[in-house]
């Protein structure tokens, strides 16, 4: 487990980056971005030949998006069957950042792999890949998580019931659970849910506004590139092509919106890189809403969505009464 530098304001990254660097860290308008996604998915390429594994994008998120996790009431209730559902409380690990946890939405993996003859030190920025046909979105019972026409899946923290649905769905099982917060409390304290699922939002709020997601603002080494998705794609190609490089979430899960371009095939660094809860892997993954079985649990859970569409109606109501809070 490993601490995170929780000190780190804008005006800190400023002076510890140098006048250089500084221009870059400046609010940077994203105009182009903003227009595109109306027309077009944006999507990030993350050319990991440049990461150096600094955590600057690891600090910078969890900075700008600290009023968005979650502050879990307790005693937490005690649920009925209390075997059926495992407290996942994270409220006092606020600092780990070696693993995706609800504070922490982005973690560096890093991993050592020799390939052709040289040794490569390579560091992974990792988060949400923001799929083009998320499954976490698709099939969650409640409707709680929702793909936005530019590209970007959230999670809605005042729906989401804590089911982890989309955690079991997602390929890399992204989402994580807090106990003891969110609508479940106000609701079914003892019988439903768990809690609330935190995952990387790609800073909607400031892609709304026309600025970068924080993790992109502040790296120090450009490692990623925001744009259209078709632009990306054509980027992460040329970078491939001219150096003999490997790409990844183009046709993973039947593509994402987070392409990564490597000097190393991906299956070698999915073999070097610790996996396992909060940490994801690098696997190929098919398109899992093109499973039939995946398309048949879908199926099975569309009953519950007229009792979901009756819980998130109390849900809005409740949670703009007593929070004040519109996430939409
Ligand atoms: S992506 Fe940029 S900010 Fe993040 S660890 Fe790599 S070099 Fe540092
Ligand atoms: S990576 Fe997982 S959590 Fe993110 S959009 Fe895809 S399925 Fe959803
Ligand atoms: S896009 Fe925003 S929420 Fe997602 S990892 Fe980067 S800084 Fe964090």
Redesign the pocket.
Known sequence: MTVKNKGISRRNFLKGLGAGSAAMLLPSALPAVASSSETEEIATLLDISKCIGCGECVRGCSEVNESKYPEPKKPFPVMYPTSRVEVEDWSDKRDVDDRLTPYNWLFIQSAEVEYNGTLHEINIPRR????QN????NLCPWGA?AKQKNGI?RIFDNVCLGGAK?RT????H??QRQTGVGLYMRLLPKFGGNGVMY?CDRCYNRIAEGQQPACIEVCPENVQTIGPRSEILAKAHELADKNGWFIYGEEE?GG?NTIYVSPVPFDLLNRAIDKGAGKPGLQPVADSMADEETLATAVAIAPLAGIAAGIIKAGHYLSSSAKGKNNE
């Open positions: 949400c890949l923001h799929c998320p499954p976490c979105a998580a899946t989309c769905v997602c390929p890399w992204i989402p995952k899960n994402t």
